[in-house]
């Protein structure tokens, strides 16, 4: 006997599985309908987006040109403290590139002895040896440029003190030496000349201090160099001030008498 | 055709369709998005700089009246013209101050000309820099009268204890000192039997570049180039007027 296949023919396994009477078509209108709605949800959002974005961009674009003509409104405001810091600054830098005079003459007189009187004493700062400007560095928000202000005693000056005196021997021109070397900031002290002046006296120093008008009979008249050392920086000076002011030290000095010492 | 072949078709066309869909229409419009989002961030940016800067000039408006008086002060210090009267009365006080005899200035240009003024144009620092005056200043009186003295010039324009600026005249620098007894009188003067020294010392003063005033044309309500005081955009912040005092 032979079998027959009561399943219908549409119906059997492999013979188009799933399309249906209409042959797929129900599933394609419907997966377009899918994609076709999911790609209508996406430029939905980016429609959304872009036109939040855009008035976002537009309201921050407008506040931002009013937050700038209000700036530029107040902007000389702004250029006036820019002088003022300018200005600051450039005088701050010339006081920082000074040389402290009378500390040094202090000094002098604190290590000169009795033994010793000067009759010319000639200080003077010598050229730079590196710049000389003391450049400002520009303010902040300044419309200006940056200000570059010529020190008279530029940083890298050497101070040079030329010193001519009598010493009652040459055992206290020595010890002079050695005593100015003790100047706070003295780099260097050389000596040019210590002549004995003959038993007339007078070698051309006439002394300033003391009773007597000259040096002594056979007293050394000599000359010497004391060379400080080179000023600094502005920047390196004004350190060196606000560490000075916030360790406060006080020292006791001791001034020679009137008759004796720097005269 | 067989069934299944229909189907693969099916989906490739759907496929296709998703997929022209997106390019034509979803991604443009993504881009788009992209577009304005940079411009977002870039108004972001913009106005955070342009608060900033208003932040800036507000805080510059706040601190006008300080700024003022500072820059009042440091006129004092370098004044826009030589003002060398101002410089001989505040030597004069000084060395009266440590008993000094002020004995004589004279400006000392490099070609030794009397003239004030050919020294300060001789000697301009740079085109922003301050103009240099040098000056030979003679005076007379003891040694640490001269120490005294030398402290009293430098105080004139100084750094305080805070480290601020602290201005009570003319800044000078002082360039040489050259101490000699008095050729007159030795022995004579300085008290306590202390010799009489001469002290030539050359200094430099300073002025502000030609064309600079003290506060460049500022008043002390508000500084030059301001047209109405600035309602809508310092609105609720007042300024004071500036009081600068400035002792003679």
Known sequence: MRAVNLIPTDQRSGASVGAGRSGGAAYAVLGLLVIVAALAVLYGKANRAASADKSKAATLNAEAQQAQAAAQALAPYTAFVALREQREQAVAALVDTRFDWAHAIHEFGRVLTKQVSITSLDGSIGGAATSTAVPTPPPTGAAGSSAAVTSATPAGSVPTFQITGCATSQHAVADTMQRL?????????????????GSSGGGGAASAGGSSGSCGPGHPVFAMTVTFSALPSASASAAAASAKTSSVAETTVTTPSSGGGAG | MTGRDR?????IAVLAVAAGGWML??????????????????????LSTAKSQLANAKAAQSQYATAYASVVRLGKAVPPSQEVASLVYELEQASNQHAVSFDSIATSSAGGSPSASAAATAATGGATGFTQMP?????????????????????????????????SGRLLTIQSVKLAPEAATPGAGGGKGAPNLTGTVTA????LPAGQGVTAGATPSSPSGTTAPAASAAAGS????????VTP
């Open chain 1, 181 to 197: 070397r003790l100047i706070d900031g003295v780099s260097e002290v050389t000596l040019q000349s210590s002549t004995k002046t």
């Open chain 2, 7 to 11: 189907i693969v078709m099916i989906v």
């Open chain 2, 25 to 46: 229409v979803v991604s443009p419009k993504r881009k788009e998005v992209k577009t304005y989002e940079e411009q977002v961030a870039t108004a972001e940016t913009q």
């Open chain 2, 135 to 167: 000056f030979t200043f003679v005076f007379a009186g003891g040694f640490f009268d001269f120490e005294h003295l030398f402290r009293g010039l430098t105080a004139f324009t100084s750094h305080g204890g805070d480290g601020s600026l602290q201005v």
């Open chain 2, 204 to 207: 430099t003063a300073y002025v």
């Open chain 2, 238 to 245: 007042t300024t004071t007027p500036a009081v600068a005092r």
